[in-house]
């Protein structure tokens, strides 16, 4: 079975930075599109970035941009969250998740629904 392992998250000040981590496992077929989700209690869960793993191709919400950096190892085992001059309003479960399937609509219609496989969640807390 389809495996990822989430770590990485902590407590940090505003201003901090963190580099989250996504081990994925048990699968045969090729990955096509790696991402990072967050959620809040009560609030429905975000898609944060996004990454074509084959082409690199990369997409960033906009609350996010310049700050975080998705990226994989060359085996795509591993996903990886960069986030850098974390605010508050970041603190989040944070998830990867993993899509075996091609997707031909735009980067800003990916959504929860899209990604089947999903990681358990790395807790990030940014405190003023």
């Known amino acids: 079975q389809v495996q990822l392992v989430e770590s990485g998250g902590g407590s940090v000040q505003a201003g901090g930075s963190l580099r989250l981590s996504c081990a994925a496992s048990?699968?045969?077929?090729?990955?096509?599109?790696m991402a990072w989700f967050r959620q809040t209690p009560g609030k429905e869960r975000e898609g944060v970035a996004f990454?074509?793993?084959?082409?690199?191709?990369?997409y960033y919400a906009d609350s996010v941009k310049g700050r975080f950096t998705i990226s994989q190892d060359g085996t795509k085992n591993t996903l990886y969250l960069q986030v850098n001059s974390l605010k508050p309003e970041d603190t989040a479960m944070y998830y990867c998740?993993?899509?075996?399937?091609?997707?031909?609509?735009?980067?800003?219609?990916?959504?929860?629904?899209?990604?089947?496989?999903w990681g358990q969640g790395t807790q990030v807390t940014v405190s003023s």
């Open positions: 990454i074509n793993a084959r082409s690199k191709n990369t």
């Open positions: 998740a993993v899509r075996f399937n091609p997707f031909y609509g735009s980067w800003a219609s990916l959504r929860e629904a899209d990604f089947r496989y």
């Open positions: 048990g699968y045969t077929s090729s990955i096509y599109y």
